[in-house]
């Protein structure tokens, strides 16, 4: 979380013990402020000098008794106080899912966790443009980017572990869910190895999430009562083929541009109807999404120019988004006639 108000030049006056009042004064310090400690409401022992007449003052709930008194006096000299959360208990990790991308699908326990932050290491997939507006925590990228090399598994793991045993609360921020192809299990059993407490927040799946983006419902009554999720990092195995052609339910893939040619080869091979709806879903709930929608038989060429992140839908509820995008299509149409008729 970070302050909306600008308080460039301002004395700011933070009340509460270290621990608890470091997040704050990271967020007043963000929004400009000349910020002043006060760390204990013993015979108001300074931590510095203090300003004659502070702009505001930010009561931290740290849980020390006997702030009350000089709060009351603040307000009685009418200087403005705020309060403001103090910062959780220090040196753990906590695995969150971002969702597929965007800050709306970000959860109650996701956002709180950011706020509680001292330093971020996201990937790229997270919504990590708008990381500086959830959280005054350092932040740092541990993705892919273009030109750069990926940090690796086992360097991230330490970065986490490392930075959890200096006593700073560390979050990573993981696209979509942690445990959906996330190698969350993976950092969870580096904490555990290190003695640092770690928890997960479960995050909204891109498995399910980025289909709903484009109207696709894995699930529906009568068309399929069964979805299945499929890395395509590397090709599926022919036995693969034939269970996941044979279970007659939806298939999500997730990562699946790369092996498309053989995915579509082999469930062809163990018999899926080549008129068999697929869509490929790329950039969800980012600038530039888009849906192609084609069958079994013309997919490899229509998704030509796609490219990663992009998730696959197999199935007949390909259909049905459809169906409702005409339907809403045509019901604005009717809305379109009836206007011009009230019009006219
Ligand atoms: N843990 C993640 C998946 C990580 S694997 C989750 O639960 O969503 C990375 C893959 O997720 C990408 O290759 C792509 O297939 C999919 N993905 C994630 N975000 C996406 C988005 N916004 N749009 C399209 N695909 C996305």
């Keep these: 979380m970070q302050l909306t108000i600008d308080l460039t030049g301002r004395d700011v006056l933070v009340l509460g013990s270290a621990t608890a009042a470091r997040q704050a004064v990271r967020r007043f310090e963000a929004a400009g402020a000349v910020v002043y400690r006060l760390s204990s409401p013993e015979g108001l022992e300074s931590d510095g000098p203090l300003p004659e007449k502070p702009f505001l003052v930010a ?8 702030w009350e008194s000089l709060l009351q006096r603040c307000r009685d000299a009418g200087i403005p106080v705020a309060t403001e959360p103090a910062a959780g208990p220090a040196g753990h990790v906590t695995l969150i899912g971002g969702g597929p991308g965007t800050p709306d ?18 990937d790229r997939l997270a919504p990590y443009q708008e990381l500086p507006a959830l959280t005054s925590a ?3 990228d541990v993705g892919k980017r273009p030109g ?18 200096a006593g700073k ?5 993981k696209g979509g869910d942690p445990y959906v192809f996330g ?15 770690v928890k997960v927040i479960s995050g909204v799946t891109s498995a399910i999430s980025v289909p709903a983006a484009a109207g696709i419902p894995v699930t529906h009554r009568e068309v399929s009562h069964l979805f299945t999720v499929v890395s395509g990092h590397a090709p599926l195995t022919e036995t693969e083929h034939t269970h996941l052609a044979g279970l007659g339910g939806t298939i999500v893939v997730l990562m699946g541009i790369g092996t498309l040619p053989q995915l579509v080869a082999g ?13 490929v879903v790329e950039r969800g709930y980012r ?20 490219s990663n992140p992009a998730v696959l839908v197999i199935g007949e509820v390909v259909r049905v988004a459809e169906a409702n995008r005409n339907q809403a299509e045509s019901t604005a149409e009717l809305d379109r006639l009836a206007a011009s008729l009230l019009e006219a």
């Design 59 to 66: 009561a931290v709930d740290d849980g020390q008794p006997g």
């Design 138 to 140: 350092e932040l740092i």
């Design 287 to 306: 600038p530039g999404q888009r849906t192609t929608i084609a069958d079994l038989g013309t997919i490899v060429n229509a998704a030509s120019g796609c």
């Design 105 to 122: 699908l970000l959860t109650a326990g996701a956002l709180a966790a950011l706020r509680d932050a001292d330093v971020v290491f996201y």
């Design 267 to 279: 469930l062809s091979r163990a018999g899926m109807d080549p008129a068999m709806p697929m869509a």
């Design 148 to 165: 750069h090399h990926k940090v690796a598994q086992g360097d991230i793991e330490q970065l986490m572990v490392d930075a959890a045993l």
């Design 183 to 197: 190698r969350g299990g993976e950092e969870v059993a580096a904490c555990v190895a290190a003695n640092v407490p």
């Design 169 to 173: 609360n560390v979050a990573r921020l």
